[in-house]
């Protein structure tokens, strides 16, 4: 089955203490995104990925990080983070560019609170 | 990006039909149609994208202007499990291939 998966789902943490949350693919996607959902602010995009290490910000980027070593995993490192980064996070894949092919495939969700 | 706008909400019998309109009047002549759906606590879903004809698959018909500055998602026979948000996006092009922007989309109440 063709999916996208996120670990953890959920997620409570302190401020400060490094977290990563990791994403998988088995699409064999080029392109690969990290986006946040906030009540009133909608979904907006952090990273994004067009292949295997390459990497860039999107409109969000302050506080995070993420790399792609293989082209099936996209991870998102908090290396401190603070109470702003509670959010629902969302990553996303696609075959690059999306135009023609037009469908993004988004995983479940991870629920982050920092306190 | 080009800009969108949606109604805020809509809503729905069952088994009726339902058209949600967007009006993109900026989208540029080389930028998609994308339609995508968030069903409560989970992800954002595909649903459809088009260029410039009318586009139909298993899940909804997409009609578009004849000018592209407005588009119409089509769902022929709503059900209680097409309740959610839908977002309208004209897909930039440039280095933004892949990038969707989400605006505060269609919130769709079906009734039984």
């Known amino acids: 089955e063709a999916q996208v998966t996120q670990n953890p789902r959920y997620l409570i943490t302190v401020t400060g203490k490094k977290l990563t949350v990791t994403c998988s693919q088995n699409?064999?996607?080029?392109?690969m995104s990290w986006y946040r959902q906030d009540p009133g602010l909608g979904l907006r995009q952090i990273y994004y990925?067009?292949?295997?290490?390459?990497?860039d910000k999107g409109d969000v980027p302050e506080g995070y990080k993420v790399s792609r070593k293989e082209k099936r995993n996209f991870p998102l490192i908090l290396e401190s983070p603070s109470p702003n980064q509670t959010s629902l996070y969302f990553c996303?894949?696609?075959?690059?560019?999306?135009?023609?092919?037009?469908?993004?495939?988004f995983g479940p969700g991870t629920r982050l609170t920092v306190t | 990006d080009a800009k969108t706008t949606q109604p805020n909400s809509m809503e729905s019998n069952e088994e009726e039909p339902v058209h949600l309109p967007c009006n993109h009047s900026?989208?540029?002549?080389?930028?998609?149609i994308h339609w995508y759906r968030q069903l409560p606590s989970q992800g954002p879903e595909y649903v459809i994208h088009?260029?410039?004809s009318n586009v139909n698959n298993r899940m909804a018909s997409l009609a578009i202007a004849e000018d592209r500055k407005s588009s119409t998602l089509i769902l022929h026979r709503a059900t209680l499990r097409d309740a959610a948000v839908y977002y309208c996006?004209?897909?930039?092009?440039?280095?933004?291939?892949?990038?969707?922007?989400f605006g505060q989309g269609t919130i769709l109440t079906v009734h039984p």
């Open positions: 990925s067009m292949n295997v290490e390459v990497t």
């Open positions: 900026t989208i540029s002549g080389t930028d998609y």
């Open positions: 996006i004209p897909n930039a092009g440039g280095t933004s291939y892949g990038k969707l922007t």
């Open positions: 699409m064999n996607h080029e392109y």
């Open positions: 996303a894949s696609s075959f690059y560019p999306l135009q023609g092919t037009g469908e993004q495939y």
């Open positions: 088009g260029l410039t």
